[in-house]
Each structure stands twice: as structure tokens, then as C-alpha cells.
């Protein structure tokens, strides 16, 4: 229970649901997910701990506010990490279609997502399926990295990013990312890597 409460309040943070210095109140979000408030603090003292939130003294638990060149640096880590990751699981021998067909199967949730405007299950069908193709490079370090990289993306521009429509378009990219990997076409999956990094970040606030 509390590992499924801390998934979607993350997701909740990087969507901008709860926006970079809201005060996050137990109650509020035990009521939101009708559920007890043990798991839902245990969740928030575990993202505190992240530093996804920062406990305030009887009041809750208030949202970390990142500044624009921390997400310059996201970004800018993301595209030294991602882009060659990427690259290297589409030139793997043999191809890891098993894997690929994993990969299929959580794009179905997250398109299903899209198409509901369900930014949170969105989120987190997003999360999954980056994570699970950096996993594919074999590197546990890179992969570890990189989740806790993502953890740290507030996004509040995909409350209007979603309701225009534009998650659809999103996962249509992630598909081609996908394909071009299927397809062992290590140029094109870079270039699409690259272009969803810099989309992304267009998209923070």
C-alpha cells in the first residue's frame, strides 16, 4: 500500500498536480486516495527523504521548488545518458524481443492513459517504459541513476499538455522510440531520444 501511495504522489509531482511549493497535508491525500493516513505519511517521509519534499513542523510536508538551471542539468544529463543508452540497446545482438514486447505492453497502458487525459497513470506507464529500456543496456548504475534523475522532473506545463491533447502525441514518440529500437536503427532512436528530451524540457515551467 504505501509503495503504491508513494508511486502516485511522485507521479502527482512530476505531473504538477502538486505544484513546486504546495503544502502536501496527510489528511487531504489519505481522503484523495481513501486510504488510512499511515501509508500515506510513510510515503511522504519516504519522498522526503528522496528530497522530492521537505516536512514542515505540524503543518505537512511542502513540495521542493527546483530552479530553472536545476533542470537545465536534468536535461543536459539526461541527454549525455539517454541518447547513447538508447543508441546502444538498438545495435544489441541478439535483438532482446521479449523485452521489446514487455516494452509494448506498458506503451498500451500509457496510450490508454493518453487517450483518457489520465495525467497521473500517464506519469507513471511513462516512467516505467523509459526505465525498462535504459534497464536493457545491463547497466544498474545507469538505470538507478536515471530514475532518481526523473524523480526530480516537475512538470506543471502537462496539466495543459494533457488536456490539449498533446499526450496523445507523446505517446505516439515513445511507439516510434520503440520501433526504431525493434528495427536495430541506432541513428533514428537517437535522434528521437533527443528530440523528447528537448520537448520535455520545453515543457517545464
Known sequence: MRQQIH???KAMLISGELAPGELCSVYQLAELFEVSRT??????LQLAREGLLKPERNRGFRVVVSSPHDLDEISEIRMLLEVPAMMKVARLKPAPTDEFQKARTIHER????AKAKNLRKFIQAD?????????LTGNR??????????????LP???????SGGLIASSNEH???????????ADAAGDIARAHIRRTRAEWA
Not at 500509457?110 to 492513459?113: G, I, L, N
Open 127 to 135: 516512467g516505467e517504459f523509459h526505465l525498462h529500456l535504459i534497464s
Open 7 to 9: 508511486s502516485q504522489i
Open 39 to 44: 501509508p500515506v505519511r510513510e510515503a511522504l
Open 157 to 163: 506545463g502537462l496539466v495543459t499538455f494533457a488536456e
Open 141 to 154: 548504475r545507469l538505470t538507478g541513476l536515471l530514475s532518481d534523475l526523473r524523480d526530480h522532473m516537475h
Open 110 to 113: 500509457m496510450a490508454t492513459a
Open 175 to 185: 511507439l516510434k522510440l520503440l520501433e526504431s529500437l525493434e528495427r536495430g536503427d
